[in-house]
C-alpha cells in the first residue's frame, strides 16, 4: 500500500538556491528511510539514508531530517545544481514476508532547477 | 561498485507475445525484487525474491511471473502481453542486513503494441 507520499509533485527552484523536498510516512514501525535521485532515463540511484534514532544526517550538499513525532522525512539539497534535476523518492524499510526487508516508496517528487 | 544489469534498455513485444526480461547482480545480494514505475503512481511491486527458488507477490502480481534459479539472477516473465503492462520495469537487489538500501539497474523500458 502507499504508506510513503509527497507533499508535491514538481519543485522548481533557482540554481544557487538550497531546495527542500519533503515526504510524509504513515507506518510508524519503520525504522529505516532513505532517499533515492532518479535521472532522466535512469535507475533510481541511492543518496542519503537516516536510521530512526537519528533525527538528522549529512552528506556532500545533502541533509535528510526526519520527525519522528508527525512522521515527516525532509531532503535538503543546498546550492542546487543543473546536474539536481531529477525526480527524488523517499523509501521507508517494510517487512514483505519471508524475513526479507523491502523499501515501500513515495510518488516522487520532480525537482526542476531553473537558470 | 555494486551492478544490477538488466539485460535491454528498450523493448517492443506484441500483444499475446510471453516476454522475458533479466536481471542479473554481482554482490551476492540474497534479496532481488522487481517494479514497474508509471506516471503519477511510482514504484510499484511486481514480486520478490529473498533466495534462490524462493518467490513473493508483491502488490501488483497479475499477468507477471518470476523465476529465480540463481542467485545472481532474477527473470520477470510476462506469460501474454498486454498493452496496459507498457512500463519501465526496474530490477532492484539488497543484502538485506543492516544496510536495507537497493541497488537499481537502469530499467527496461517495454511497449507492447
Known amino acids: 500500500g502507499e504508506s510513503v507520499g509527497l507533499h508535491l509533485p514538481t519543485l522548481s527552484v533557482q540554481e544557487g538556491d538550497n531546495s527542500i523536498i519533503n515526504c510524509a510516512y504513515s507506518?510508524?514501525?519503520?525504522?529505516?528511510f532513505i532517499w533515492y535521485k532518479q535521472e532522466s532515463g535512469k535507475g533510481p540511484q541511492f543518496i542519503i539514508d537516516?536510521?530512526?534514532?537519528?533525527d538528522k544526517r549529512q552528506g556532500q550538499r545533502v541533509t535528510v531530517l526526519l520527525n519522528k513525532t508527525v512522521k515527516h522525512l525532509s531532503l535538503q539539497i543546498a546550492a542546487t545544481q543543473p546536474g539536481d534535476s531529477a525526480v527524488y523518492f523517499c523509501?521507508?524499510?517494510?517487512?514483505?514476508?519471508?524475513?526479507?526487508?523491502?523499501?515501500?516508496f513515495g510518488k516522487g517528487t520532480h525537482l526542476i532547477i531553473q537558470p | 561498485d555494486v551492478k544490477v544489469t538488466q539485460s535491454s534498455r528498450y523493448l517492443v513485444k506484441r500483444t499475446g507475445e510471453k516476454v522475458f526480461l533479466e536481471c542479473v547482480q554481482d554482490?551476492?545480494?540474497?534479496?532481488m525484487f522487481w517494479y514497474r514505475q508509471d506516471p503519477g503512481l511510482g514504484l510499484r511491486l511486481i514480486y520478490f525474491?529473498?533466495?534462490?527458488?524462493?518467490?513473493e507477490k508483491g502488490d501488483i502480481p497479475e499477468g507477471y511471473s518470476v523465476s529465480r534459479e540463481k542467485k545472481e539472477r532474477f527473470s520477470l516473465i510476462l506469460e501474454s502481453a498486454s498493452t496496459n503492462q507498457t512500463s519501465m520495469y526496474l530490477c532492484?537487489?539488497?543484502?538485506?542486513?543492516?544496510?536495507?538500501?537497493?541497488?537499481f539497474g537502469s530499467g527496461t523500458r517495454l511497449t507492447v503494441v
Open positions: 532492484a537487489s539488497s543484502s538485506g542486513g543492516a544496510d536495507y538500501g537497493y541497488t
Open positions: 507506518n510508524s514501525a519503520s525504522d529505516y
Open positions: 537516516i536510521r530512526s534514532n537519528m
Open positions: 523509501a521507508e524499510n517494510i517487512r514483505v514476508g519471508g524475513g526479507a526487508d523491502g523499501l515501500t
Open positions: 554482490m551476492d545480494h540474497e534479496n
Open positions: 525474491s529473498y533466495d534462490v527458488k524462493m518467490k
